[in-house]
């Protein structure tokens, strides 16, 4: 398609329609810069929006396994997220999924590798789903949320936070890394981390993986290191509801789709590598 419009734009400047080519690059630029700052005014709006949700409810998350987790008024990522987190639904498709293995595996230890403010690192403890939580931030400032989060939540003694993940620092956790649930949200970074030394070593922990846009091989070049070991079970971004809030029935509906909204540029994907049974060491 943009190669179409490149060979267009050449035809039309060898024609010699030089006014035809000036305005269509305007047209463009414009447009560009309309959609950017709607793009600007949709966010302010939805941050607004979080930050009503979060005095509503007092910055306690409604439902989910997080159930009760409090919310710090000063978050470090994500802010608009604050609202669509409050009330339970944040990447709920993930929120359920860690649910469903930990039901099955019973792991001790949860593994956070890209903890942001820590919402999945502390409430995968505020409820016992979890005995510890083992939480890598690469930002100093992300850290510091996430212990003034635990402390905010008493699960401070339970939580032990890291810098910036490698395959080393991941390995020197502890010898039950290779029994113990995995999340990854690095914005990219899984496609470099998870090698074939690190998968091997992490191998039978069951792993998810937020996975981010990149090149086209990158991902093939995981999905092939990875299915030596793991199963794979690629899991989709599905839409939410609001139906069982009463407190949010005379929103419009523009605002609650806002509320809904998790800010993203593309319908997100995770997978979710199971261990094959077959090649489970002894």
């Known amino acids: 398609m943009i190669t ?3 060979k267009l734009i050449y035809k039309k ?18 447009f560009g ?23 509503i409810f007092n910055y306690k998350v409604q439902q989910g396994p997080f159930r009760n987790m409090l919310l710090s008024k000063k978050q470090y990522w994500g802010i608009g997220d604050h609202g669509v987190k409050i009330l339970g639904l944040y990447e709920k498709e ?29 409430g995968s403890l505020v409820n016992n789903l ?14 510091e949320s996430i212990f003034n989060n635990a402390k905010l939540n008493s699960v401070e ?9 490698t395959d080393s620092a991941v390995l020197r956790l502890s010898s039950n890394i290779n029994h113990s649930l995995i999340l990854c949200d690095i914005e990219g970074g899984e496609f470099k981390l998870f090698s074939n030394k690190l998968l091997e070593e992490l191998y039978p922990s069951n792993i ?31 839409p939410k509801s609001l139906h069982i809030f009463n407190e949010l029935k005379n929103f419009n509906d523009n605002n609650r789709s806002l509320l809904l909204s998790e800010g993203r540029s593309y319908v ?6 199971s261990p094959k049974m077959s090649n489970k060491k002894s």
Do not use: P
């Open 4 to 6: 179409n419009y490149i």
């Open 13 to 30: 400047f060898i024609e010699k329609k030089i006014s035809w080519v000036i305005l269509e690059f305007i047209s463009k630029l414009t």
């Open 33 to 55: 810069f309309i959609e950017l700052r709607i793009d600007k005014v949709v966010e302010k709006k939805r941050r607004e929006l979080s930050k009503k949700i979060s005095r």
């Open 94 to 122: 993930i929120q359920d999924l860690i649910v469903e293995i930990q039901e099955k595996e019973e792991y001790k230890t949860f593994v956070d590798i890209g903890g942001a403010d820590g919402f999945y690192a502390i």
């Open 130 to 143: 979890f005995k510890e939580c083992i939480v890598f931030e690469a930002s100093k400032k992300g850290r």
């Open 157 to 165: 003694d339970m939580i032990s936070i890291q810098g910036v993940a």
């Open 208 to 238: 998810i993986i937020e996975i981010h846009r990149g090149s086209k091989e990158d991902e093939l070049d995981l999905e092939k290191r990875a299915s030596k070991l793991f199963t794979i079970n690629k899991v989709i971004q599905a």
């Open 268 to 273: 997100q994907e995770w997978w979710h590598l």
